[in-house]
């Protein structure tokens, strides 16, 4: 699974669930059981929230298990990779290259991994205090790219297995007006129904129809080594804090 930036140490002061619960409702678990291709567009625009930081996702990427020959779970349930069996809705944070630590969002039925990794994204609540932190990056890239938007989040791997749905200090919920959010138990659109569709390489760079309707493209996941002709990364068009990814040039 991919990698993300160097950068300095966490925010400081873990965030208690009051903290968290703020904003919108968070998605429930069944809008998350669902395969990581469905759920990862269904994310980009939604705020994920630790504490007084909330940040707008803006770039994802989807992995798979067994299946997956980039994923964490493809040798199976491994201590590091069990939480990617589910329950989904939980979080999974790894730490990428021995120092940033990377959030994801475990999917689909229990026993079956798969996981969304968020990549980067624009901070929406408590950006003085992370600006203070890192004077010398722009606004744009305070959070632009998996490792820098784990650290303005202050994410570790404490957090594993914590649920995002509710009642802890993690959460992820609609930025979208009620009348444009995805229905959490809708089946999985027909754009990712076939697996096979993504897998063959078509489509790469295209514009994905949904909610955001032209604004969101996918292509290749950046970042690792195997599993690159699969265009499972999926973006806001036009949105400046979504990382200036090169394929393959980065250590899995």
């Known amino acids: ?17 009051a903290a968290a619960a703020a904003g919108p409702a968070p998605y429930p678990a069944a809008f ?15 705020t994920v929230r630790h504490g007084p930081v909330a940040v707008r996702i803006t770039e994802v990427e989807a992995y798979g ?7 964490h779970a493809f040798r199976g349930p491994t201590p590091r990779a069990a939480v990617m069996f589910g329950p989904p809705g939980r979080a999974y944070v790894y730490l990428s290259y021995g120092v940033h630590w990377c959030l994801n969002i475990v999917c689909g039925p229990a026993g079956e991994a798969s996981a969304v990794l968020l990549r980067a994204g624009e901070v929406m609540a408590g950006r003085e205090a992370v600006q203070a932190h890192w ?19 202050g ?19 609609p930025s979208l007006p009620a009348s444009d ?15 096979g569709e993504l897998r063959d390489g078509q489509g790469v760079d295209g514009a994905v129809p949904g ?8 292509g290749p996941r950046v970042g690792i080594r195997a599993g690159t002709e699969r265009p499972w990364r999926f973006w806001l068009a036009g949105e400046p804090s979504v990382s200036a990814a090169r394929t393959g040039r980065r250590r899995r």
């Open 32 to 46: 998350f059981d669902r395969p990581a291709l469905a759920v990862a567009p269904d994310l980009l625009g939604a």
């Open 135 to 153: 004077p010398t990056l722009a606004a744009r890239d305070l959070a632009r790219g998996p490792g820098r938007l784990g650290r303005v989040l």
């Open 155 to 173: 994410v570790a791997s404490s957090l594993t297995g914590t649920p995002m749905t509710g009642g802890g200090p993690l959460v992820v919920h």
């Open 65 to 71: 298990g067994l299946d997956d020959p980039a994923s």
């Open 1 to 17: 699974m991919g990698g993300g930036l160097t950068g300095s140490p966490e925010l400081p002061g873990p965030p208690g669930p």
């Open 211 to 218: 909610a955001l309707g032209e604004r969101v493209h996918r």
């Open 181 to 195: 959010r995805p229905a959490p138990d809708r089946p999985a659109p027909d754009r990712f129904a076939a697996a």
